[in-house]
């Protein structure tokens, strides 16, 4: 039964003159943008033009820091930078095939001569003939590899430098020997420049529009302000990369999270605008209006995708707070765009934008709201099956979280068409899985402590081959490459890590008096995975802690924040789920163009950050809405029937946008970025439409009043005011 409304009550639409009272901040921001209309639209040119310009004339420096202080991996990095930097350079394996043989003497001339031309290239610092070690030519005498050591890390050797390798080694490529390249140097030097996610996305987004709008030119005015604020983004993180750690992949999930989120929050103020003109404001007003209610909740979900991003500086990893800086930033600025340029072009086209929306509502078969009132009646009259149904659902899609398996996507992951692809797998069919991903064993101790190392190692369990101890430029410190029977990616590798630190190698360094350090890209992997899932709860705490704290401070509640925050998880975990199910399980990873493998470490903790932030937009959206009627009314059963009624139009639209952005970033050949479209594209589904328009009235129909209770002792706190 709907509770009696209270004595004091007040509209939640107040009549009184505007101009009789000082404006709100966001009021006035609409009218500073409204009268400088031109202004501000020549100042958001002259920074997305001169952000491009600048960016393009200075070019990027991005890189990829994986780097952990104090784990093993890392500290034989930094022991062979120091001592052997030659060791410490990236490789490129030159990976052959000839059936006829490859110790032939006319492959073996061959061979010889495409080295010597290769040796003379830049950035080759000394090649290793497959004919100087044994343990380079397969078993048969088919396959051989030649390694080809860098200069420097693969990461800093030129494109130019690594495609002139490529070049050389395959001109020899003929007469039934077969010449393909491995590593990572080659891997970045083949990764083109990206599909078409970015265009099919927009256009995608604005048929949408024009469907809820009936206008183009209302339609286009959302993707104008999130073009505007991610070109100008993009712009001044390529001039940021210089002076700070950026990855190299941190644009395309700039402009994925830009793209959504900035059509996200023009279209929450442009749909408010629409509505004050329906009600009979003129369009300064309902601008200010737009401003003073929508904008309130643009800025307000911003600052917590931006709170929720920063969350990942919890965790301590150089390469993810680069991400997360220039992700936040690229929110920031978009909700800028919607609180100045928005209002601006409001103004600009505010006659043709009124003649439109006022067409499209008179053409409009049924008044706003009313099938969404109707729904909203229906899930609040039995809400207890409208909540087990969809959670007990969404639990079960969590479920394949439980056997998460993270690391990188390695070259056989590639498309099959990629020298890098094939030199996997002819190394995979000549010498084992192992030899993709090789361990590297630091030992210091003298060569008697290392040959004891390479003993203890080839008998252990799982290692396939180990190369006898290679010194390095300081006497008594020596490596061994130790090969492993297992792909890079199996989680027996992971099991091998640890057994060779935990049980193998402290025998050794016990009877030698030896230091043993077991190191390479394959431990690299293993050890970042670690501090990711060992830091993943505190990061998780601090992200739902603060946002759940937001939202008290905002709808002076203690029940709203519990349940927004088990509401989010649950979306959270369940697009997680769908993820894991797809990348590393395989299931359905035809229709998308991948292979089975592990999540990308970077792809959980990002996500998470991101779709928590989206989540609360949706979320503030919402109850906002829901608490300005109940405010006005005392009704809890109104309020919630009113508020769903009066948003789920707009956030279904906005959520369809963010859906079709986010999901046609499946169509990029990167399987990091598949991952981020499918896993937000599935978060925003779940989020939007389940937990928003089924999920949330149900709860909020059973907490009734008690929905927005907030205990004395609680009651002191600040208040942060979203609606008007």
């Not at 030097?189 to 970015?198: F, H, N, P, R």
């Amino acid at each position: 039964m709907a509770e009696q409304p209270r004595v004091e009550s007040r509209s939640p639409h107040p009549s009184v003159d505007e101009s009789s009272r000082r404006g709100s901040v966001f009021e006035r921001l609409a009218d500073w943008s409204a009268r400088h209309r031109w202004s501000a639209l020549v100042l958001w040119v002259v920074v997305l033009v001169g952000a491009t310009v600048a960016a393009q004339a200075a070019g990027s420096a991005y890189q990829n820091d994986v780097s952990l202080p104090g784990t093993e991996s890392q500290q034989v990095t930094d022991r062979l930078a120091a001592e052997s930097p030659v060791q410490a350079g990236g490789t490129i394996s030159v990976v052959l095939q000839d059936p006829g043989g490859i110790g032939s003497a006319d492959t073996r001339a061959r061979v010889g001569r495409m080295l010597a031309a290769v040796r003379e290239l830049p950035h080759v610092a000394d090649v290793t003939s497959p004919y100087a070690e044994r343990y380079a030519v397969s078993a048969d005498g088919t396959i051989a590899y030649a390694t080809v050591l860098l200069d420097a890390p693969s990461p800093d050797v030129p494109v130019e430098a690594v495609r002139a390798i490529i070049d050389t080694a395959q001109q020899a490529g003929d007469g039934g020997l077969r010449v393909e390249l491995a590593g990572d140097a080659v891997r970045d030097a083949e990764d083109g420049g990206g599909g078409a996610a970015e265009g099919v996305g927009l256009l995608a987004a604005l048929v949408i529009l024009v469907l809820m709008f009936g206008s183009v030119l209302a339609a286009s005015l959302p993707i104008v302000i999130a073009v505007f604020a991610v070109g100008a983004t993009v712009g001044l993180v390529a001039l940021a990369s210089h002076v700070a750690v950026v990855a190299d992949f941190t644009t395309p999930v700039m402009i994925l999270v830009g793209l959504g989120v900035g059509i996200d929050y023009a279209l929450l103020v442009f749909s408010r605008f629409r509505t004050e003109l329906l009600r009979g404001l003129d369009r300064h007003q309902a601008t200010k209006r737009a401003l003073d209610a929508a904008g309130r909740t643009v800025f307000f979900a911003g600052c917590t995708v931006i709170i929720a991003l920063m969350g990942l500086t919890v965790l301590g990893l150089g390469a993810l707070q680069g991400v997360a800086v220039a992700v936040g930033l690229t929110v920031l600025v978009t909700m800028l765009a919607s609180l100045t340029l928005l209002p601006a072009l409001l103004t600009i086209f505010g006659s043709r934008l009124e003649r439109a929306v006022r067409r499209h509502a008179a053409r409009a078969r049924s008044a706003e709201g009313v099938r969404w009132r109707r729904w909203s009646t229906a899930v609040q009259r039995r809400p207890w099956p409208a909540i087990v149904v969809p959670v007990v659902a969404l639990a079960a899609l969590c479920v394949p979280l439980l056997d998460l398996h993270l690391g990188f996507a390695d070259a056989g992951n590639d498309q099959e068409t990629k020298t890098s692809r094939q030199a996997y797998d002819l190394l995979a069919k000549g010498f084992g899985p192992g030899v993709n991903g090789p361990l590297l064993v630091l030992a210091e101790g003298g060569r008697p402590a290392a040959q004891a190392a390479q003993r203890a190692l080839t008998g252990a369990d799982g290692v396939a081959e180990v190369t006898p101890p290679m010194p390095a430029k300081r006497s008594g410190v020596s490596t061994l490459l130790v090969f492993p029977d297992s792909k890079p990616q199996d989680t027996a590798t992971v099991d091998l890590v640890d057994r060779l630190r935990a049980d193998v190698l402290p025998g050794v360094a016990e009877e030698t008096g030896g230091t043993f350090l077991v190191g390479g890209a394959t431990a690299a992997v293993v050890d970042f995975s670690t501090a990711v899932k060992d830091r993943l709860a505190l990061f998780a705490g601090v992200v739902v802690g603060l946002s759940a704290l937001l939202l008290m401070l905002v709808f002076r509640s203690v029940l709203i924040p519990l349940k927004a925050a088990v509401l989010n998880l649950l979306s959270v975990g369940a697009s997680l789920g769908v993820v894991t199910l797809v990348f590393q399980k395989g299931v359905g990873g035809e229709l998308f163009g991948v292979e089975p493998g592990p999540v990308e470490a970077f792809v959980p903790v990002m996500i998470f950050a991101i779709v928590f932030g989206l989540s609360m937009d949706y979320e503030v959206f919402l109850l906002s809405r829901m608490h300005e009627e109940w405010e006005g009314t005392g009704d809890a059963s109104f309020a919630v029937t009113e508020g769903l009624a009066t948003t789920a139009r707009v956030v279904t639209a906005a959520a369809a946008i963010m859906i079709v952005v986010f999901g046609a970033f499946l169509l990029d050949p990167g399987r990091m970025l598949k991952e981020f479209g499918l896993g937000l594209a599935v978060a925003v589904l779940l989020d939007a439409v389940v937990i928003r328009c089924l999920v949330l009235p149900a709860v909020m129909q059973v907490f009734g009043a008690r929905a927005w209770w907030l205990p004395s002792r609680l009651r002191r706190l600040p208040r942060v005011v979203i609606e008007r």
